[in-house]
């Protein structure tokens, strides 16, 4: 566990900057530097009693992040902070595209002549791997799909945030790491999330939409061990210059069975629907954790039977059910 240490956390707001706030803040000095577009410190009640500086701000306002940054004198950075999920990027592709390629430049220009700094980790996304991933380990190609599909702004931006930070790593020796995060849920989540609407939607015995004929095959990884891949990331020195996927490969399932089983694990009463969509999907996401483990000894420890209804009694609490 980092101790004494002074960590700076673009979008620490967000559903997974605002776990991995609370988790550090004990121990260490943080700064949250966020919109509040989507914001999951509001019910966080324990990181406005530490050691935490809260920032309104843009990643894409280069003064205002360079004020921020200089003023904190990080010795850890974790950029969170982007546009994501698919209704978001679809409705204004420029934006993805500023927001994540822009706030990655203006960052990592800032960080690159600094002292005292011990590691950057940046956040990147398993869509690198197109529509169709089974098993992709880090050296897998990344594939992207068709110019023009809006939903391919999104990974577009996260690869290109890949290549500037190992980029910056090999040219100013800055300690970047990246993760890619393969379909993190949990409590906490804001914003867009399939199997956090599934639940909110099952615990109030509404209709659960799927979007074309629930076939697509995911693998879900609990908020918590994604925090934990962030913390070792964060730590081992066998982590700089390098990327990890970090996914649960054992909590595997369909679209369709996963609103089955989460309507099954809470009692719900809840009809499942089907949707046509109107834009690119991803068929297959299963990623290969191996290296992860390897080099940090990360393994995930929460599966979906276990994770469901852990976030059940978060959105119960939420929707004073």
């Not at 010795?75 to 927001?99: D, E, F, M, Q, W």
């Not at 990147?124 to 380990?137: D, M, P, V, W």
């Not at 969509?277 to 929460?302: C, N, W």
Request: proline residues 3%.
């Amino acid at each position: 566990m980092l101790k004494n240490k002074r960590i700076f956390i673009t979008g620490g707001a967000g559903f997974i900057g605002s776990l991995l706030a609370e988790k550090l803040s004990h121990q260490n000095t943080i700064c949250i530097y966020d919109t509040f577009s989507r914001n999951s410190i509001k019910n966080k009640n324990s990181i406005k009693d530490n050691n935490v500086t809260i920032i309104e701000g843009d990643v894409t306002n280069e003064l205002a992040l360079k004020k921020a940054i200089t003023e904190f004198s990080p010795t850890h950075v974790v950029h969170c902070a982007a546009i994501a999920g698919i209704n978001t990027v679809i409705k204004s592709p420029v934006n993805t595209l500023r927001v994540n390629i822009l706030g990655t430049a203006y960052l990592l220009d800032t960080l690159k002549s600094m002292t005292g700094l011990e590691r950057v980790v940046l956040f990147s996304t398993s869509e690198i791997f197109g529509s169709h991933a089974f098993q992709n380990s880090e050296l897998h190609s990344a594939v992207i799909g068709p110019v023009g599909e809006a939903r391919w702004t999104y990974a577009v931006s996260k690869l290109t945030d890949e290549h500037f930070g190992l980029a910056y790593h090999k040219e100013f020796g800055l300690p970047c790491t990246i993760v890619r995060p393969f379909n993190v849920y949990g409590p906490g989540q804001v914003g867009e999330g399939a199997l956090s609407t599934f639940i909110q939607k099952a615990l109030q015995n509404e209709e659960i939409m799927i979007h074309n004929d629930g076939t697509q095959i995911r693998a879900w990884c609990y908020v918590d061990d994604m925090v934990e891949g962030v913390m070792k990331c964060l730590q081992n020195p066998k982590a700089i210059g390098e990327a990890f996927n970090i996914g649960n490969v054992r909590a595997v399932n369909t679209i369709y069975g996963l609103a089955s089983a989460v309507c099954r694990l809470l009692g719900s009463n809840s009809k499942i629907v089907f949707s046509q969509m109107k834009f690119a999907d991803v068929e297959l996401r299963i990623p290969d954790v191996t290296k992860a483990k390897d080099y940090l000894g990360f393994e995930t420890k929460v599966d979906l039977e276990e994770g469901i209804p852990l976030t059940a009694d978060y959105y119960k609490k939420l929707l004073s059910l």
